[in-house]
């Protein structure tokens, strides 16, 4: 009786594993947050913890199933079937302070600049592979790709270019790979993405008046990669995902009212708008060095430069407007690049540690930089690990810091920053320039658990896996 009892305590044992790793799987999948913009741009970086151990060196190359975030290739290298569900925490930190110019830091105002505006989030992720034959995969990973959170106090200097504002997207990639043989495989996929954003400016010097953009659409796009294993100890990846035309459609209002004045419209109600997310082309190259040394690298362009101005219309297609103003966000973006080497050292059978320092060079420059979005240019340095629990389930942990080079927002006539608001003289109006500093930096911390469920569940590869 006793031996009867001890195995069924280890067959129930195994299926409540199976049971809890698939609701936690499933949880992954319908679970995400928004969070402070933590990469150029408002894009968010933070998709693999294994990748951030090593500030995203070679992530394109492989070396993780959340690697086929960058590139689906890499599902090639994860056998049977498998699932990696992530989250991380981002905990930003910017102030801003005014500095002579700014026009509501002078009297009769005095506003002045802020504490800490970065709002904390968590950043779940979720991927899943399945190998369907020996040289086919199918796959699908859910992501919140671009974010953003900020608090600002609605007395503050530099209000009429930030208010509270959130910005929220939802992924799903389903995709495939195929491997034509031991060196060369190929992935594509599709991108299914839902954005959400309530956006905030305020309206001149008066408290509570504020012009507010509350936004939600749908956008489609691509993803598609390729790796090469010239030698055993050698991988190579290049992977890109298109740029999303992310349509949106919303509510333009203002919290307080605005007079109707002849020949100066005031359009409030429905508006729409596309946002032209950036492409991004990601090159990773893995280099097994001994049976514990890997070193890695990446190089990764952003094209953020197709942003452009974002203009809000009407549904008769004309220029949605405050005050005969047309409602727009000058964004202007630069391309961005990103930079990062990387090593990882296998300390035992079951304990994997990884190191990696980043450069990244921000798609928002001096020109164009205001207090909602103050990127800058950044540097990573970044610590990882994973622990092998068993054969069939891992944890992946990492942690980073993110020195970002201080910002100077000069928002004036002089400057040629295209957010400066010359006012309407013509109403008595008063121009708003704002000229500032801000301090920032950003802590990441990241956990993964990693499930190769055909090993958990033998009969899982059945019927389809027949090899």
């Known amino acids: 009786m006793a031996a009867i009892a001890k195995s069924w305590g280890r067959q129930m044992s195994r299926r409540g594993w199976a049971s809890l790793l698939r609701a936690s799987s499933a ?5 995400i947050a928004s969070a402070q913009a933590n990469a150029g741009g408002f894009a968010v970086r933070e998709q693999s913890t294994y990748g951030q151990g090593t500030s995203f060196a070679g992530i394109a190359a492989g070396g993780a199933l959340s690697s086929m975030f960058w590139n ?88 009429p270019y930030a208010g509270s504002t959130t910005l929220k ?5 389903p995709s495939f790979a195929y491997r034509f043989n031991d060196w060369i495989s190929v992935g594509a996929g599709v991108q299914i993405q839902y954005a959400s954003a309530d956006l905030r400016f305020g309206l001149g010097p008066t408290p509570g008046s504020d012009l507010n953009i509350d936004a939600h659409g749908w956008g489609f796009g691509a993803t598609a990669g390729v790796t090469l294993t010239p030698t ?43 946002i032209k997310g950036p492409d991004t082309v990601s090159l990773g190259i893995r280099q097994r060095l001994d049976p514990r040394w890997t070193v890695m690298g990446t190089v990764e362009w952003s094209n953020w430069s197709r ?14 407007t405050v005050l005969g103003v047309p409602v727009a966000l000058p964004l202007q973006y630069r391309d961005g690049w990103f930079f990062s080497l990387g090593a990882e050292y296998m300390w035992s059978e079951r304990l994997t540690l990884r190191t990696g320092v980043a450069y990244e060079i921000s798609p928002i420059s001096d020109r164009v930089r205001m207090p909602l979005i103050p990127d800058n240019n950044r540097i990573w340095a970044s610590v990882g690990a994973s622990w092998q629990v068993s054969k069939f389930m891992h944890f992946d942990l990492a ?25 309407i003289p013509a109403l008595g109006i008063p121009a708003l320039p704002y000229v500032g500093d801000v301090s920032a930096h950003v802590d990441v911390l990241s956990a993964a658990l990693v499930v190769r469920f055909d090993v958990l569940e033998p009969d899982a590869r059945r019927p389809f896996l027949k090899y």
């Open 27 to 31: 949880l992954g999948l319908l679970v």
């Open 72 to 159: 689906p290739a890499t599902m090639t290298q994860v056998p049977g079937i498998q699932s990696e569900n992530g989250v991380t925490g981002i905990f930003p930190f910017a102030s801003n302070t005014p500095l002579a110019g700014s026009f509501l830091a002078g009297p009769p105002f005095n506003f002045g600049g802020t504490n800490n505006t970065g709002e904390a989030g968590l950043v779940p992720s979720g991927y899943t592979s399945y190998q369907l034959t020996p040289d086919l995969w199918l796959g699908v990973s859910i992501n919140a790709p671009f974010g953003l959170s900020t608090n600002f106090p609605d007395v503050w200097a530099g209000r």
């Open 399 to 423: 942690y980073s810091h993110i020195w970002v080079q201080d910002p100077s927002i000069n928002i004036t006539a002089a400057s040629g920053n295209p957010w400066f608001n010359p006012g």
């Open 232 to 274: 055993p100890t050698t991988s190579i990846g290049l992977g890109w995902r298109s740029g999303v035309n992310q349509k949106a459609n919303g509510t333009l209002t203002l919290s307080a009212g605005v007079p109707a004045v002849p020949g100066f419209a005031t359009t409030l109600g429905a508006v729409n708008t596309t």
């Open 307 to 320: 942003i452009g101005t974002v203009t809000f219309s009407q549904p008769s297609g004309a220029p949605a």
């Open 169 to 173: 997207t939802y992924n799903a990639a």
